[in-house]
């Protein structure tokens, strides 16, 4: 239970409550404790202890502040977070934070890396010490610990969150609180975007209808959750961390939606470090995302060189200009999901076709070993990619000729692209991409005739602007499929007859 209240008083209030005269009441006297923090925002938690109820004024847990963003002078006075990082050892460097409006009206500008001088290709931005980055190995302190951790059923970000909330809850005394309160003015998107979805509500999350990324959305929350279920793992297994802090266990401090907002805010901005160890694959390195902006043509990555994590940038910058660094091959999906933001131009946006061979089909087997031997598997993922339409339905088809034929000795000309096409198969192609088409509750054009409008609301527009994209390689498909079947002769060999075909989903 949590509610707001305001107190004037920091000292400790205990008062007694005579029991209820009533079969399931405590029988003894129930203290209500208050408490409060005077450095934090208060927040009130009933907590009962055996025989003892206490309320606790403790600070607000989450990476990711409120509906309304409150700055006190106290926090102003604290200065930026590069300020704070060249004091604790960044060297001189050639970026500065900007700051330019929020989505929101209701929250602050948000900060952004931009140049502070004129760079050419090969520059060095900004060298971040070791002593200024998060990791496994220095929240945890112990390698074995944290490969144990993160190899078992807790994720490096799950991990990395709960740090940062209980030191979160340190208030001044936490060496971090700069780059604490810096991740709660980004709100967990960067400058190119908003929430990620895993924060949206079910009527936002409607904007995505048709679109598999709501089910990846979903099936992410549900991963969150049981990785909460697990935080008590932690506590337990690197107790020695934990000591500093004096506060309950995880899923007793900390609520689910909680937890699950920081994962959030760790989630968009975790850098993936290329060769370290396991304990250093995964930091939160501050300069970096969410304060560089995300590109997936960019080629300048954050990388480990000796004891720091550099920035070189691979493009001249003007001086003031927005400093880009390149966010992986990942496609549209997982930059929603993980950043909150899509790119129109990305290279590796796709679309995921999954068949399956039929498995009452009396020859299953067969054909799942005829599979296998090329290279296939009895339930294959196949990637369209955006532009490459083409290519991915030639790819599907042997494989799906296989659930189409009846004789054994065909199946291996069949699957290794030297049997005919099937008209049946290229039927089922066809009626897929039409019944995928008609899931979403709009069209191509009404969608585009959307993104015109400059008052559409900033997380209807991202989604939008998604399934756009998806429709776009669904109508692709759909296209090339027509093209090959109006190629078709008019007198094609056997029907195919498909009482086992294969499976599209």
């Known amino acids: 239970m949590e509610a707001s209240c305001s107190l004037r008083s920091s000292k400790f209030i205990s008062t007694p409550i005579r029991p209820l005269h009533h079969p399931l009441s405590i029988a003894s006297t129930i203290s209500i404790s208050v408490i409060r923090d005077?450095?934090?925002?208060?927040?009130?938690?009933?907590?009962?202890?055996?025989?003892?109820?206490?309320?606790?004024?403790?600070?607000?847990?989450?990476?990711?502040?409120?509906?309304?963003?409150?700055?006190?002078?106290?926090?102003?006075?604290?200065?930026?977070?590069?300020?704070?990082?060249?004091?604790n050892g960044l060297p001189p460097c050639k970026v500065i934070l900007k700051e330019k409006p929020s989505h929101n009206e209701k929250h602050r500008p948000i900060h952004y890396v931009a140049a502070s001088e004129d760079l050419q290709a090969g520059d060095a931005a900004f060298s971040v010490p070791n002593s200024l980055v998060v990791t496994?190995?220095?929240?945890?302190?112990?390698?074995?610990?944290?490969?144990?951790?993160?190899?078992?059923?807790?994720?490096?970000?799950?991990?990395?969150?709960?740090?940062?909330?209980?030191?979160?809850?340190?208030?001044?005394?936490s060496f971090w609180l700069p780059y604490i309160r810096e991740l709660d003015r980004q709100r967990g998107r960067g400058q190119l975007a908003v929430?990620?979805?895993?924060?949206?509500?079910?009527?936002?999350?409607?904007?995505?209808?048709?679109?598999?990324?709501?089910?990846?959305?979903?099936?992410?929350?549900?991963?969150?959750?049981?990785?909460?279920?697990?935080?008590?793992?932690?506590?337990?297994?690197?107790g020695s961390l934990f000591q500093q802090y004096p506060y309950d266990i995880p899923t007793e401090a900390f609520t689910f939606e909680i937890f699950k907002q920081a994962f959030v805010a760790v989630q968009s901005c975790v850098v993936h470090l290329q060769k370290v160890s396991l304990a250093r694959r995964f930091?939160?390195?501050?300069?970096?995302?969410?304060?560089?902006?995300?590109?997936?043509?960019?080629?300048?990555?954050?990388?480990?060189?000796?004891?720091?994590?550099?920035?070189?940038?691979?493009?001249?910058?003007?001086?003031?200009?927005?400093?880009?660094?390149?966010?992986?091959?990942?496609?549209?999906?997982?930059?929603?999901?993980?950043?909150?933001?899509?790119?129109?131009?990305?290279?590796?946006?796709?679309?995921?076709?999954?068949?399956?061979?039929?498995?009452?089909?009396?020859?299953?087997?067969?054909?799942?070993?005829?599979?296998?031997?090329?290279?296939?598997?009895?339930?294959?993922?196949?990637?369209?990619?955006?532009?490459?339409?083409k290519e991915a339905i030639s790819d599907m088809l042997p494989y799906l000729r296989l659930g189409y034929v009846s004789d054994t000795s065909e199946m291996q000309s069949v699957i290794s692209s030297l049997g005919p096409i099937c008209p049946a198969v290229l039927d089922q192609l066809a009626d897929y991409f039409k019944a995928r088409l008609a899931g979403y509750p709009t069209t191509l054009s009404e969608d585009e005739a959307m993104l015109t409008d400059s008052n559409l609301h900033p997380k209807k527009r991202v989604a939008t602007q998604l399934v756009r994209m998806e429709k776009k390689m669904l109508n692709a498909c759909l296209q090339v499929t027509a093209d090959m079947i109006k190629l078709l002769p008019d007198v094609t060999v056997s029907p195919c007859p498909a009482p086992y075909a294969p499976l599209l989903n």
């Open 38 to 87: 005077p450095n934090f925002g208060s927040s009130l938690r009933l907590v009962r202890r055996k025989n003892r109820l206490s309320i606790r004024v403790s600070s607000s847990d989450t990476l990711v502040a409120g509906s309304r963003e409150v700055v006190s002078k106290k926090e102003e006075d604290l200065g930026d977070l590069k300020s704070w990082m060249h004091k």
């Open 136 to 173: 496994l190995e220095r929240v945890l302190g112990n390698e074995t610990i944290a490969e144990l951790l993160t190899t078992n059923k807790l994720s490096e970000l799950a991990c990395l969150a709960l740090y940062l909330m209980y030191e979160k809850k340190q208030g001044k005394k």
């Open 195 to 238: 929430e990620s979805p895993l924060l949206w509500s079910e009527t936002e999350l409607a904007y995505l209808t048709g679109s598999p990324t709501k089910a990846e959305i979903l099936e992410r929350a549900e991963g969150i959750k049981r990785e909460y279920n697990e935080l008590d793992t932690v506590w337990f297994m690197a």
């Open 283 to 389: 930091a939160l390195v501050p300069l970096g995302p969410p304060l560089l902006a995300y590109s997936s043509k960019c080629k300048a990555m954050l990388a480990a060189v000796d004891d720091a994590v550099q920035l070189v940038v691979d493009r001249p910058y003007k001086a003031g200009e927005s400093i880009v660094v390149w966010c992986g091959p990942q496609p549209n999906s997982k930059l929603l999901i993980n950043y909150g933001f899509v790119d129109e131009d990305n290279p590796y946006d796709r679309l995921v076709v999954e068949a399956a061979l039929n498995t009452e089909d009396p020859q299953y087997q067969d054909k799942r070993m005829v599979a296998q031997r090329n290279g296939k598997l009895s339930v294959q993922v196949f990637h369209v990619h955006a532009g490459r339409e």
